[in-house]
């Protein structure tokens, strides 16, 4: 199995920044990609970003390319998230997610993670 651990969420203004930090424990050998997805009140779950084991390839949903940077240090089996120039519609809880298949491209499909973290709240006020 394969423990998430989340932290960095909390309230910001409009136009500021956070950085969100995923720590990964257990069976860390099985990750591959890793990924960050969101959810605010009455709508699904969405991609945000996504990286490949290597960290070569990242990938970012449209509402986000730009401002937000994934990475990760797969010698402290982390993955981050830095968030800049944030909008009050970034305001969600934000969920780390880890990926037990070999794929070339990170997936966006929520689907395809097989490991989930509990969510950190982020909430950007106007």
């Known amino acids: 199995q394969v423990q998430l651990d989340e932290s960095g969420g909390g309230l910001v203004q409009a136009g500021g920044s956070l950085r969100l930090s995923c720590a990964a424990s257990?069976?860390?050998?099985?990750?591959?990609?890793m990924g960050w997805f969101r959810q605010a009140p009455g709508n699904e779950r969405e991609f945000v970003a996504a990286?490949?084991?290597?960290?070569?390839?990242?990938r970012y949903a449209d509402s986000v390319k730009g401002r937000f940077t994934i990475s990760r240090d797969n010698a402290k089996n982390t993955v981050s998230l830095q968030m800049n120039s944030l909008k009050p519609e970034d305001t969600a809880v934000y969920y780390c997610?880890?990926?037990?298949?070999?794929?070339?491209?990170?997936?966006?499909?929520?689907?395809?993670?097989?490991?989930w973290g509990q969510g950190t709240q982020v909430t950007v006020s106007s």
């Open positions: 257990g069976r860390t050998f099985e990750i591959y990609a």
């Open positions: 990286i490949s084991r290597s960290a070569e390839i990242t």
């Open positions: 997610a880890a990926d037990g298949s070999a794929r070339y491209y990170p997936s966006r499909g929520s689907m395809d993670y097989a490991y």
